[in-house]
Protein backbone atom coordinates (compact mmCIF):
# COMPACT_ATOMS: atom_id res chain seq x y z
CA UNK A 1 0.00 0.00 0.00
CA UNK A 2 0.82 3.89 -0.39
CA UNK A 3 2.75 5.22 2.32
CA UNK A 4 -0.29 7.53 2.83
CA UNK A 5 -3.04 5.10 2.97
CA UNK A 6 -0.73 3.43 5.74
CA UNK A 7 -0.73 6.87 7.63
CA UNK A 8 -4.60 7.36 7.13
CA UNK A 9 -5.28 3.78 8.75
CA UNK A 10 -3.04 4.56 11.75
CA UNK A 11 -4.40 8.00 12.49
CA UNK A 12 -7.86 6.77 12.97
CA UNK A 13 -10.07 4.64 14.80
CA UNK A 14 -11.25 1.98 12.84
CA UNK A 15 -12.45 -0.61 15.57
CA UNK A 16 -16.33 -1.82 14.31
CA UNK A 17 -15.97 -0.65 11.33
CA UNK A 18 -15.99 -2.42 7.59
CA UNK A 19 -12.82 -2.34 5.43
CA UNK A 20 -13.35 -3.55 1.94
CA UNK A 21 -9.88 -2.68 0.34
CA UNK A 22 -10.18 -2.15 -3.53
CA UNK A 23 -6.92 -1.25 -6.01
CA UNK A 24 -6.18 -1.41 -9.30
CA UNK A 25 -2.14 -2.57 -10.01
CA UNK A 26 0.06 -2.71 -12.94
CA UNK A 27 0.67 -6.99 -11.80
CA UNK A 28 1.40 -6.89 -7.84
CA UNK A 29 -2.10 -7.45 -7.31
CA UNK A 30 -3.15 -6.93 -3.81
CA UNK A 31 -0.01 -7.78 -2.44
CA UNK A 32 0.38 -7.53 1.13
CA UNK A 33 -2.71 -5.23 1.48
CA UNK A 34 -5.11 -7.14 2.98
CA UNK A 35 -2.70 -8.57 5.68
CA UNK A 36 -1.24 -5.22 6.60
CA UNK A 37 -4.62 -3.66 6.99
CA UNK A 38 -6.10 -6.46 9.53
CA UNK A 39 -2.25 -5.89 11.37
CA UNK A 40 -3.11 -1.79 11.48
CA UNK A 41 -6.85 -2.33 11.47
CA UNK A 42 -7.43 -5.56 14.34
CA UNK A 43 -10.62 -4.85 15.57
CA UNK A 44 -12.00 -3.80 12.17
CA UNK A 45 -14.27 -6.22 9.81
CA UNK A 46 -12.18 -6.73 7.05
CA UNK A 47 -13.71 -8.25 3.59
CA UNK A 48 -12.15 -9.65 0.72
CA UNK A 49 -10.46 -6.93 -1.52
CA UNK A 50 -10.79 -6.77 -5.23
CA UNK A 51 -7.60 -6.03 -7.57
CA UNK A 52 -7.81 -4.92 -10.95
CA UNK A 53 -5.08 -4.92 -13.28
CA UNK A 54 -5.20 -1.34 -14.73
CA UNK A 55 -4.73 -2.44 -18.22
CA UNK A 56 -8.44 -4.00 -17.82
CA UNK A 57 -9.90 -1.33 -15.37
CA UNK A 58 -11.83 -0.01 -18.40
CA UNK A 59 -13.50 -3.08 -18.94
CA UNK A 60 -13.67 -4.55 -15.29
CA UNK A 61 -17.46 -3.58 -14.61
CA UNK A 62 -18.74 -7.28 -14.61
CA UNK A 63 -15.50 -8.29 -12.30
CA UNK A 64 -16.49 -5.70 -9.75
CA UNK A 65 -20.38 -6.20 -9.63
CA UNK A 66 -19.50 -10.19 -9.37
CA UNK A 67 -17.27 -9.15 -6.40
CA UNK A 68 -19.64 -6.88 -4.79
CA UNK A 69 -22.51 -9.69 -4.68
CA UNK A 70 -19.86 -12.37 -3.34
CA UNK A 71 -18.77 -10.30 -0.75
CA UNK A 72 -22.45 -9.21 0.18
CA UNK A 73 -22.49 -5.55 -1.05
CA UNK A 74 -24.92 -6.00 -3.85
CA UNK A 75 -27.79 -8.11 -5.19
Not at 2 to 27: R, W
Request: some cysteine.
Amino acid sequence: MPMPVFTFLEQYDFAGKTIIPFCTHEGSGTGSSENDIARICPQARLLKGLSVHGTYAGSAQGDVENWLRKIGMAK
